[in-house]
């Protein structure tokens, strides 16, 4: 995927600087593309150094244990098919936790232990279940309430109020997260049809 | 007030961390100096994709390339009162994030941060997930070749936080 899009963006670029004359143009771009790269990757450092820092303390002081109880029944309705004594339901509670808090570092193999265990469940081990499609759901449009490389890479180009985001990446991510939630439950009915709550079938 | 809210949202944030560590005699700067020498590792794997990323989106937009896009779409989307400038950004954010972020560096250098563009820009950017890639290492991790309707609702929610993105600027900042 990623091969085919760089492709066509260099590709349909060079083609139109060929048309249009545009070639000096373009080969100024590709400098100031490289060397742009360069800086705001570089500029990007201090901002992801100092908060994958903080981010570790909030780990290491027990925040994802502390609002993991808070989010058990939530779970529990989110994930009706597994049950609630399962290993699989202790680790997707704990991946939520570490999503809720931002801590997009420990989520990642929290939520990867949580599809192993959700693949003891699984019947069919080449198809994913309910519980699958919900956590992903759930991971895919994960809520945001510091956007810290947003808020570096403002910084970054002069911005009067890097965190003036704050507040409208957290309204967009709850309604994204809200929609991921109704859209979930809605594909999960409409492809369930006579079966039961492990359903593999289409 | 709106703007206090965001503004005291990372100090607040970053206080109650402390506090929490503090009493749960965590030792502080041991573990920041560990989960920062984290965070400079990510950083700096992030210098090959961005230049990369970087480069294309350069020559993209240098040949007048980005100018054609957007000028074919700009009849469609201002019905829609949505900048078409932003669509490449929407478009590319589930698949890559280096991408969508040299999107939104190169328009950050010609719009600013604080233009109507950058803010949304920033709040898309900071709202969606690479879902493409979520869905590829988890749903790869335990050898599922079948995700079902997984990849519908991701990128649907995705279509979601992009409208909601472009909606709660206008609605919190404003221009």
Same mark, same amino acid.
């Given at each position: 995927m990623l091969n085919i899009i760089w492709f066509t963006l260099m590709l349909s670029g060079l083609v139109v600087a060929f048309a249009t004359g545009h070639v000096a143009q373009v080969t100024n771009g590709l400098w100031d593309g490289a060397k742009s790269g360069v800086e705001v990757a570089i500029g990007l450092i201090s901002i992801i150094t100092f908060w994958l820092g903080i981010m570790k303390i909030a780990e290491s002081a027990g925040l994802i244990e502390g609002l993991s109880k808070l989010l058990r029944p939530i779970a529990k309705w989110l994930f009706?098919?597994? !049950? /609630?004594?399962?290993?699989a339901m202790g680790a997707i509670i704990a991946n939520m936790s570490a999503n809720l808090l931002g801590l997009g570092n420990a989520a990642t193999p929290l939520g990867l232990k949580a599809m192993e265990e959700l693949q003891k469940l699984n019947?069919?081990?080449d198809t994913a279940t309910e519980a699958m499609c919900t956590l992903l759901a759930l991971n895919t449009a994960s809520l945001t309430i510091i956007p810290a490389t947003m808020i570096g890479l403002r910084a970054e180009f002069h911005?009067?109020? !890097? /965190?003036?985001i704050v507040l409208p990446t957290l309204f967009a991510t709850a309604i994204a997260t809200t929609a991921a939630v109704i859209l979930d439950r809605f594909y999960r009915h409409r492809h369930s049809t006579g079966t039961t709550c492990s359903g593999n079938a289409r | 007030m709106i703007a206090q809210i965001s503004a005291f949202a990372l100090p607040l944030s970053l206080s109650l961390i402390l506090v929490a560590g503090v009493i749960r005699k965590v030792p502080l700067y041991e573990t920041f100096v560990l989960g920062a020498k984290d965070g400079f590792q990510t950083a700096i794997s992030l210098i090959p994709n961005l230049i990369g990323m970087m480069v294309a989106v350069s020559v993209f937009r240098s040949s007048g390339a980005l100018n054609l896009v957007i000028h074919a779409l700009s009849p469609v989307f201002h019905i829609l009162r949505?900048?078409?400038?932003l669509l490449p950004i929407a478009l590319l954010r589930p698949i890559s994030g280096a991408s969508s972020l040299a999107l939104v560096t190169d328009l950050f250098k010609h719009?600013?941060?604080?233009?109507l563009l950058g803010k949304i820009a920033s709040t898309m950017q900071g709202s969606t997930d690479t879902t493409l890639y979520v869905l590829t290492v988890y749903f790869g991790s335990v050898g599922v070749k079948n995700p079902r309707y997984a990849v519908k609702v991701g990128l649907w929610s995705d279509l979601v936080s992009v409208i909601a993105s472009v909606f709660a600027v206008y609605l919190i900042i404003g221009k």
């Open positions: 009706p098919s597994v !049950p /609630a004594t399962h290993p019947p069919t081990k911005s009067k109020s !890097p /965190a003036e | 949505f900048p078409p400038e719009h600013g941060p604080d233009s």
